[in-house]
């Protein structure tokens, strides 16, 4: 094999292997199926208020069994009979048990939509406020076209269609895990999600858009 054939080679394997990254994401689906993330609630105490503050007292106060077991059957009715009445319009021991924070609240969501006859998505995007006030974008019955380079970006532009509309202002969640199935990300604290309007699939390789979704408050 001469120098020229061998080159040829080079550059036709090179190609291939190119041809292989760029175009087979086309064709091969990567599905994930992540659960819901389950967090661990913290309860906070009620904060007592006067009734309580008097049951405690009341019960704190209360005799011995040496102390009854010494009384005449009199003073023992007698003293069962007070203490009824102090205790009388008590809220129930139930009312001071810890109460849990809430569970997660959905604040917006919206429905991914095809960018074009080539690039299509599906599935609906939701961020949820959890019960430790983090934040958490989900996706369910997601479908998008596979590509290379594949991203999740917030975006400003509240239904973009463009590379134009999304570089308008967009904050980088990461790369996308599968074009199918449910997943989620993780939104940082530090992201004020008033300033986004809409979750977008991009290709970063290219800057191309694959699948937009246009948040709506619920």
């Known amino acids: 094999m001469n120098q020229k054939s061998f080159i040829a080679l080079v550059v036709v394997i090179i190609l291939i292997i190119a041809a ?3 175009i087979s994401p086309l064709f091969i689906d990567e599905a994930v199926d992540e659960s819901f993330p389950v967090i661990n609630t913290v309860t906070t105490p009620a904060r007592p208020n006067n009734q309580s503050v008097t049951l405690v007292k009341t019960t704190s106060n209360l005799p011995t069994k040496e102390q009854v077991a010494a009384m005449s059957p009199e003073d023992r009715q007698q003293t069962m009979s007070d203490m009824m009445n102090q205790m009388a319009g008590q ?17 917006r969501s919206g429905q991914f939509v095809d ?3 080539i690039h299509k ?40 269609t463009s590379a134009a509309d999304v570089k308008e202002g967009y904050f980088d969640l990461g790369k996308l895990k599968g074009n199918v199935g449910n997943q989620n990300y993780a939104i940082p604290a530090e992201v004020n999600l008033s300033d986004y309007n809409s979750v977008v699939i991009w290709c970063e390789l290219f800057d191309v858009l694959f699948s937009p979704a246009a948040l709506a408050t619920n």
């Open 20 to 22: 292989w990254f760029f």
């Open 91 to 107: 809220p129930d021991r139930g009312s001071y048990d810890d109460m849990p924070e809430t569970g997660p609240t959905a604040l």
């Open 115 to 117: 960018a074009d006859r």
């Open 121 to 160: 998505g599906s599935g609906e995007a939701t961020i949820y406020q959890l019960a430790d006030q983090s934040h958490l974008l989900r996706f369910e019955d997601f479908r998008v076209t596979n590509g290379p380079a594949l991203v999740v970006y917030l975006t400003k532009h509240p239904s973009p």
